[in-house]
């Protein structure tokens, strides 16, 4: 049976603290990148902003930031847990145009719309049906609203040396992922979807990430550490022994890691 959180369940999760600080971890190190994305992709300040499957809120906390208090944004989780986490973060930060509500995004109920903008990132990989969840966000969104869509792709994921492990870490972590209805190789299907979903001037940008630019260790963390936990059982630990081997990268002045980050937008067509 495919799950609503597809290849994502946060509560499921062995070590959720860990988990939660890896999330905080990520969106620290790719926080300068995300503003040039949001910006390029159409954010403003003063607009109404939707950020679909946002997890612990540090993506929706920037974007409430960057809409200013003339805008806002509603952040949507499937995980109550991580919706506690992102209302603790707004009130931390004391942002009056900041909202959560919780919700699949298979069965949206927004009392807020319409949005002028909507993002999802790192979150489309998960879903068992992109398409109808890109279809239910749709009649949120007014005529002219950008939807951006980020995620990865692991065609663009090498590293420099490859280690002995990465062929089965690799190939095992996909495919436990697409058991539970997720896709690694995601982000090259982006702009199909969009444009499946009816979303016009769609348009997808690949950016480079690399070790150079975050280190090593970062690189890891943010592109292959999530990856052992895809791995089902009972080949989980060899998959963590795997990553923990790979980690011998950091300390090896020579080594590189790449990654392609998928930047997909498509439009509301006007009415
Ligand atoms: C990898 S996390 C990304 C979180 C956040 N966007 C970020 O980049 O930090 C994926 C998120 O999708 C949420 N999620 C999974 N399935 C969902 C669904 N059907 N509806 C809404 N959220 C969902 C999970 O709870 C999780 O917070």
Redo the contacts with the bound molecule.
């Keep these: 049976m495919v799950r ?3 290849s ?1 369940e ?1 509560d499921s999760d062995p070590d959720t603290e860990l988990e939660l600080k890896r ?1 905080q971890r ?2 620290a190190a790719i926080e300068p990148l995300e503003r040039r994305i949001l910006s390029g992709a159409g954010l403003d300040v003063g607009d109404r902003a939707l ?6 809120g ?2 929706s906390t920037l974007m409430a930031r960057l809409v200013g208090n003339d805008g806002a944004v509603v952040g ?4 109550e847990t ?1 919706l506690n986490s992102a209302r603790a973060l707004s009130a931390k930060e004391e942002l009056g145009n900041l909202q959560f509500q919780h ?4 069965d949206l109920k927004l009392d807020s719309a319409p949005f002028d903008f909507a993002y999802a ?3 489309v990989q ?2 068992a049906k992109p398409l109808d969840a890109l279809q239910q966000i749709r009649p949120y969104l007014r005529p002219g609203a950008k939807l951006c869509i980020v995620d990865i792709d692991d065609g663009w994921l090498s590293l420099v040396p490859e280690p002995d492990v990465y062929a089965r870490f690799h190939e095992r972590s996909v495919a436990g992922q697409a058991a539970n209805g997720g896709d690694r190789f995601v982000g090259r299907k982006l702009g199909w979807y969009l444009q499946h979903a009816g979303f016009t001037e769609v348009d997808v940008t690949i950016l480079p990430l690399s070790s150079a630019v975050f280190g090593m260790d970062a690189f890891l963390d943010v592109a292959v550490s999530p990856k052992w936990k895809m791995t089902a059982e009972p080949d989980r630990d060899q998959a963590r022994n795997d990553y923990e081997a790979m980690r011998s990268l950091v300390d090896d002045p020579h080594a590189w890691g790449f990654l392609g980050l998928f930047v997909a937008t498509g439009r509301i067509p006007e009415a």
């Design positions: 609503e959180a597809g994502y946060f999330l990520q969106a950020d679909i499957g946002c997890g612990p540090l993506v949507v989780d499937i995980s991580l919700g699949s995004v298979y990132r790192l979150f998960h879903l």
